[in-house]
């Protein structure tokens, strides 16, 4: 019985602690207030966390984030209704963004908040807007590849001579977003043809970006197709690893451009501050952030890239109409399954 | 009194069951089409052959181990009691990745073969559950009285002979309340086997969940029958055995001699995999540090502060979630063991059934519900109980069969005896049932316990906005590749798993 009731006191005490927590981690001297804005972010806390603590610091607007998959994220957004607690999403890609285009979900982001990018670069409609991107990218070992020897085609890789050489996440957001471009830019048929190609050449397949350049780093894959940003992040945490990113030839889909997008929810009673929150996110101060902290390009007009990577100009990204690739996920997503690119090993 | 309890708490599990069948139902007519195509048997295949195979082999390692450390005189019995729980805390998707970057060409070890695929996954799933059977096992071997075995020992059989034919028999309920569990896992296990590239029914579950939420949902229903179906199948864990009567359940009545180095390296070799390798994984990433410029952990030396919010929030809710798991539970399994009914059975079937849908099916079926309720009950919605409710539907199989295999080993006739001299049922309960148990529903709430602290999916969507744990600190510095922080993260993980069991678990079980 005495242990019973510790045990009951044991399950107590981690709440009690808790509550003191949460109340600590507040700034000192004001009581703990209710969030003013709540995001939910399909960007992970270390790429976006940071420059959402100093646009709390910058408007004293206090503002949680719940942390998670783009997709499930979307869903979850999707069964909340109305009665979501999110103002803002946070889109990894614009497929999850677009599932919610599609719902109806998102309200108008400003214009001026809008003209601040490209028109290829956010939704046509102004549901959403892009403030980073990753351009797409084929990560190679130093030791096993000459990079004179590669293509200047994401198309050539289908060619007798790569066959089980280049690493697919056929899984992956990203590259489920440039099949969708590869559809609209080259139609269904050439789509469908490379998927195919890429599945009867034994491209093997990998559950993430992460595992793919980990993979060409050991040597386990002589390549891979991947967002540039991966091996930048490979490289920050073993400067050695013997990786280097290979980018398509000017105008090859094989180079677009993925961007990160927010949304304002329909549903939020803070349109005011969800917006500005998305006019921060492309304001300098965040611009500089993701071109120099997080190895992500900046999508603002005149923003400029980390030094270290190389210009958007000299990689000649294909821009996109964004706004198609939220819709048309669905055949994308049949069409990868129906290629037998999933279950090659 | 008892029935109401077992109704109330049978409904309560068959929420997801709800969800999933009214997800079917959209599909309508689809899902004779779904059962039937050739995407989905490969998958399903692949998914009942991992299941069965990892099933049998942690059953037999999981009874080895216990056996060796609960009734032989193997040297350090008392640090492999807690070194051989430690690999069930660390999360299945951080583990594979770490023995993915400790084996193969350019990894740590590269002689070692390349861990992937099939036997990849079976390696990797077999060192990280096997704990779901050695931990109940062994609890059970603690309150096994030795009587029997000396009995037989005396008739003249040998050690072993004895081990097998009379102890093995006792402990069955536990090893197949075990096996059953990691079945279940195995089910609806996504993270690691994605990442060993092994094909199985949740990735379909996954890669349709935007594309075709029905489809998703049908499948979802397809794992939850094959669980419930299953674990009606063995509902009882087994025949009962209360053979043997009277103290002594530390007693060593497996001397070793010879095969002490044999039983050694058995006991060290799922510690080497499940635990050295990761960690020694962790420290490499930790000490190589990383060159993150304002973003993430940067090795050895950084501020830890950042992980203080984590541990505070992983030790909460594994903690809340035991207890709560075990209060819920205690109802079913002590009317499984003490009123056998069938429709009891079919309670206990569905509080089973629920640990092998996918813990994102799982928080979406909540979310659909706490959304869906009055206004009343709002503030219930992404709130800490809410989060420990989702825990307890999902892990709440561990402590139902881990209580029940602990209360079959216990007699009715103490039960009987007590009722003679005049105590009431719940003095029974307290006074006589409660102190047997004890050490059984200790080890299935640590189960609860372990399962919870490495918990993600829910966590992620059922948590109060801002709510952090270790596991979700791990997956999002994992998602983007900051490997020192993933690290680091990973280390104080188990450190906390380690701490805890022994606290709340295994003090107890020793201390008798």
Not at chain 2, 205 to 216: G, K, N, P, Q, T
Not at chain 2, 466 to 493: K, M, N, P
Request: hydrophobic fraction near 50%; charge should be negative; glycine fraction near 10%.
């Amino acid at each position: 019985m005495k242990r019973l009731v510790a045990a009951a006191a044991a399950a107590l005490l981690p709440a009690a602690l808790l509550t003191a927590c949460s109340a600590d981690s507040q700034p000192a001297g004001s009581a703990a207030p209710p969030a003013d804005l709540t995001v939910y972010s399909g960007r992970t806390e270390n790429l976006i966390g940071p420059i959402i603590d100093r646009f709390e610091a910058e408007t004293g607007t206090a503002v949680d984030v719940r942390y998670g998959d783009s997709a499930d994220l979307a869903l979850l957004i999707e069964q909340e209704g109305d009665r979501s607690p999110a103002d803002v999403f946070i889109s990894q890609s614009p497929g999850a963004i677009g599932y919610l285009t599609d719902r109806g979900l998102l309200s108008k982001v400003d214009a001026e908040t809008l003209d601040v990018v490209d028109k290829d670069l956010r939704n046509a409609d102004g549901r959403w807007v892009g403030f980073s991107g990753r351009v797409r990218a084929l990560v190679y070992n130093t030791d096993q590849v000459d990079p004179k020897t590669l293509p200047k085609s994401v198309f050539d890789l289908t060619a007798p001579e790569y066959a089980g050489k280049v690493a697919v996440a056929p899984t992956n957001g990203s590259f489920q977003d440039f099949v969708t471009a590869m559809r609209l830019q080259e139609g269904d048929a050439v789509a469908e043809g490379w998927l195919k190609g890429m599945a009867d050449n034994g491209s093997p397949n990998y559950a993430d970006n992460t595992s793919i350049v980990q993979a060409v780093a050991r040597g386990e894959v002589p390549m891979g197709l991947v967002n540039h940003y991966y091996n930048e992040r490979a490289l920050a945490e073993d400067p050695t690893s013997p990786t280097d990113n290979y980018f398509f030839e000017s105008g090859d889909i094989g180079s677009l451009l993925i961007t990160t997008a927010i949304g304002v929810l329909e549903s939020s009673d803070d349109q005011k501050g969800a917006q500005d929150l998305a006019r921060f996110l492309l304001a300098a101060e965040a611009q500089e952030f993701f071109s120099n902290e997080t190895y992500e390009y900046p999508l603002a007009k005149g923003a400029k890239a980390n030094p270290a990577l190389p210009d958007l100009k000299d990689i000649n990204v294909t821009t996109f109409d964004l706004d198609k690739l939220g819709g048309g996920l669905e055949t994308t997503l049949q069409m990868i399954e129906a290629s037998g690119l999933t279950t090659t090993s | 009194m008892l029935s109401v309890g077992v109704v109330v708490v049978a409904v309560l599990f068959a929420a997801p069951f709800v969800f999933l069948v009214a997800g079917a139902l959209e599909a309508g007519g689809r899902v004779g089409d779904i059962l039937v195509s050739e995407a989905i048997r490969r998958p399903l295949a692949n998914t009942l052959l991992l299941g069965a195979s990892v099933a049998v082999a942690t059953m037999v390692l999981g009874t080895v181990l216990a056996v060796l450390v609960g009734r032989s005189d193997l040297p350090g019995r008392a640090m492999w009691r807690v070194v051989l729980a430690l690999p069930l805390v660390i999360p299945t998707f951080v583990g594979a990745t770490a023995l993915i970057a400790a084996t193969g060409r350019g990894g740590l070890i590269p002689a070692l073969p390349r861990v992937e695929g099939f036997a990849g996954s079976l390696l990797v799933l077999v060192v990280f559950t096997y704990p779901y059977v050695f931990l109940p096992v062994l609890a059970k071997v603690s309150t096994t009285p030795a009587s029997a075995e000396e009995a037989a020992r005396l008739l003249g059989h040998g050690a072993w002979r004895t081990t097998l034919r009379v102890l093995v028999p006792q402990l069955w309920p536990a090893i197949t309340a075990g096996g059953l569990l990691v079945f279940l896992y195995c089910l609806s296990e996504f993270g690691a086997v994605a990442l060993l590239r092994y094909d199985t029914l949740t990735r379909s579950i996954y890669a349709s969940r935007l594309l075709d939420r029905e489809l998703s949902l049908t499948l979802g229903l397809i794992l939850a029958v094959i669980a419930l179906a299953v674990s009606l199948l063995m509902r009882r864990g087994g025949e009962s055995y209360t053979a043997a009567v009277g103290r002594g359940g530390s007693r060593i009545t497996l001397r070793l001699g010879p095969v002490t180095p044999v039983a050694f390296l058995v006991c060290a070799l799922p510690v080497a995999i499940g635990v050295v390798a990761p960690v020694a994984v962790f420290l490499t990433w930790v000490l190589r540090g990383s060159g993150t410029v304002g973003v993430g952990y940067s090795g050895w030396g950084d501020d830890l502060g950042f992980l203080v919010q984590p541990v505070v929030g992983s030790t909460a809710a594994s903690v809340s979630a035991a207890v709560v798991a075990l209060v819920v539970t205690l109802p079913v399994a002590f009317a499984q063991v003490r009123r056998p009914a069938r429709w009891v059975d079919g309670a206990a079937g569905i509080v089973t059934s629920v640990f092998a849908i996918p813990g994102l099916v799982v928080a979406l079926a909540l979310v659909s519900w706490a959304v869906g309720a009055p206004a009343a009950l709002g503030w219930l919605y992404q709130s800490f109980p809410l989060l420990i409710l989702g825990y307890v539907l999902h892990f709440g199989a561990q402590s139902l069969r881990g209580g029940a295999a602990a209360l079959t080993g216990v007699s009715p006739r103490f039960d009987e005896a007590a009722a003679t001299l005049g105590a009431g049922p719940r003095r029974r309960f307290l006074a006589v049932d409660l102190p047997m148990v004890l050490p059984g529903l200790l080890a299935a709430g640590g189960l609860v316990l372990l399962s919870t602290i490495k918990e993600l999916p829910a966590t992620l969507l059922l948590a109060p906005t801002g709510f952090r744990t270790l596991a979700t600190t791990i997956w999002g510095a994992a998602t983007d590749g900051f490997y020192a922080e993933v690290g680091i993260a990973s280390l104080v993980l188990i450190a906390l798993s380690a701490v805890l069991t022994w606290l709340l678990v295994l003090r107890g079980q020793t201390r008798r």
